[in-house]
């Protein structure tokens, strides 16, 4: 996974919790370089959850909670990041659509050594649609996050409904995504 993942995680986290707080989870676990992650550089997704349980430790948050939280504001730091890949997109449908055709494509060529998703996506109607995520990680919240901010970027009233539907080692959830504007 990549570190601005990580980097990302542990800001947030430092801005609910505090700076102290963080390096003491840091410190409690055993992490590459002791947690010090470059935004540049490559660590297993291990360590993200690790560092998520911490948290949620402290917190009392769910992790399930935490990780959806963390989407949010992923999104908000991808858009501010990489305002090109939501420059043309004219709804949340068709942002959610170009993920996989597109935005990950991008995101491929950038970094290839990215550990990205699976994504289908089936319309319904004008105003519903279904995404379907799979992946190696345990990342099904995370994702739902992502969604929940990508329709809040497109100022897009939405519910996302999630149904986990995935065994073991191969994660995999449903998003059932309509329009209530
Ligand atoms: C438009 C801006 C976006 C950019 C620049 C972007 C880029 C990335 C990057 C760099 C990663 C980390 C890959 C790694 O750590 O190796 C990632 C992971 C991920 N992205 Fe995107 N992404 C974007 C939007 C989205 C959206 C809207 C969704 C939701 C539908 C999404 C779903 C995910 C998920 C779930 C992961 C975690 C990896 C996994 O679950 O296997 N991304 N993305």
Redesign the pocket.
């Known amino acids: 996974?990549?570190g601005?993942?990580f980097t990302e995680l542990l800001g947030m986290a430092e801005t609910a919790i505090g700076e102290e707080s963080v390096d003491a989870i840091l410190d409690e676990l055993e992490l590459t370089n002791d947690g010090a992650y470059s935004a540049v550089g490559?660590y297993p997704?291990r360590e993200l959850m690790m560092i998520v349980g911490k948290i949620s430790d402290r917190t009392g948050l769910p992790a399930d909670r935490l990780q959806q939280m963390f989407?949010h504001h992923m999104?908000r730091r991808?858009?501010e990041?990489?305002p090109q890949?939501?420059a043309g997109k004219t709804s949340l449908i068709d942002?959610?659509e170009a993920?996989e055709s597109e935005?990950?494509v991008?995101?491929r060529k950038l970094?290839p050594?990215?550990?990205?998703?699976c994504?289908a996506t089936r319309r319904i109607g004008p105003s519903e649609m279904v995404?379907t995520?799979r992946?190696?990680?345990p990342?099904e919240a995370?994702?739902h996050g992502?969604?929940e901010a990508?329709a809040t970027h497109f100022g897009t009233p939405a519910e996302v409904e999630r149904r986990d539907i995935g065994n073991g080692a191969e994660?995999a959830a449903e998003f059932r995504i309509r329009l209530s504007g």
């Open positions: 996974m990549k601005m993942v490559n997704c989407g999104l991808f858009s990041t990489y890949f939501f942002m959610l993920i935005v990950h991008e995101v970094y050594d990215a550990e990205l998703p994504f995404m995520y992946s190696a990680r990342l995370f994702c992502l969604i990508c994660r």
